[in-house]
């Protein structure tokens, strides 16, 4: 299987929450990321948390880490159409700390 | 301002023929890489440079050269492209290779091979 997996596709209604989850094989890395493309876009980091942390807050962004089950999500509260985009994320493995990517999750808002 | 600015957006390349991405950084960081992303698919990374330390990944097709003339700049060549090889060509940077560090990206060059 790949190293990192997700998802491909999320709707959701806005004002709702979105919960883009992924899991990873790879435990090593400190750090873990997620990125946003928007259309026409490059990556771009949105968030990242600490291997030794279960929750971090940002914001309208919790991530959440469940290290012994590898899994980690990004929840949006009150989604925006603006929130649109394909989220990516990365473990960086192998202690080599170059990102390793998911394939991404396209997260669709509508009215 | 961008910060990492790919060249072209848009590149139309016959099969065959030699092709030549760029890439530019206006950050001085020291890493650059070049990723691969295929429709729906994770982008997949091709080689990096730390410096002008060179880091090829063990899947890298040998078709896929890099060079880095300077710390600003970084070439993607594709000696013989393929059907295969069109895809989205992302450059990305990094001040350094650290357990805690962000890439910043490219808006990418999307090739196409006709």
Same mark, same amino acid.
């Given at each position: 299987g790949e190293d990192v997996e997700q998802s491909l596709f999320l709707s959701v209604r806005e004002g709702d929450s979105s919960v883009i989850n992924c899991t990873y094989t790879d435990s090593s890395s400190t750090y873990l990321y997620w990125y946003k493309q928007e259309p026409g876009a490059g990556l771009q980091l949105l968030t990242y948390i600490f291997s030794n942390m279960d929750m971090k807050q940002d914001q309208r962004l919790t991530v959440l880490l469940n290290k012994k089950d590898k899994h980690l999500s990004l929840r949006i509260a009150d989604t925006q159409t603006g929130d649109s985009a394909i989220y990516f994320c990365a473990n960086p493995s192998g202690g080599s700390y170059i990102p390793t990517f998911g394939r991404g999750t396209s997260l669709i808002v509508h009215p | 301002d961008a910060m990492v600015i790919q060249n072209p957006r848009y590149q139309v390349t016959q099969f065959? =023929?030699?092709?030549?991405? /760029? +890439?530019?950084?206006?950050?001085?960081?020291?890493?650059? %890489?070049? %990723?691969?992303? =295929?429709? /729906?698919?994770?982008?997949?990374? *091709?080689?990096? @440079? @730390?410096? =002008?330390?060179?880091?090829?990944?063990?899947?890298?097709?040998?078709?896929?050269? /890099?060079?880095?003339?300077?710390?600003?700049? +970084?070439? *993607?060549?594709?000696?013989?492209?393929? *059907?295969?090889?069109?895809?989205?060509? *992302? +450059?990305?940077? /990094?001040?350094?290779?650290?357990?805690?560090?962000?890439?910043?990206?490219?808006?990418?060059?999307?090739?196409?091979?006709?």
């Open positions: - | 065959g =023929k030699p092709v030549t991405l /760029s +890439c530019s950084q206006t950050l001085n960081h020291n890493v650059m %890489y070049w %990723y691969q992303q =295929k429709s /729906s698919q994770a982008p997949k990374l *091709l080689f990096h @440079y @730390y410096d =002008k330390d060179f880091n090829n990944e063990a899947d890298t097709p040998d078709n896929f050269q /890099s060079r880095r003339p300077n710390t600003s700049f +970084c070439f *993607l060549d594709i000696r013989s492209p393929g *059907l295969g090889d069109a895809a989205m060509y *992302l +450059c990305a940077t /990094s001040v350094h290779r650290g357990p805690n560090t962000e890439a910043f990206f490219g808006q990418g060059t999307r090739l196409t091979v006709v």
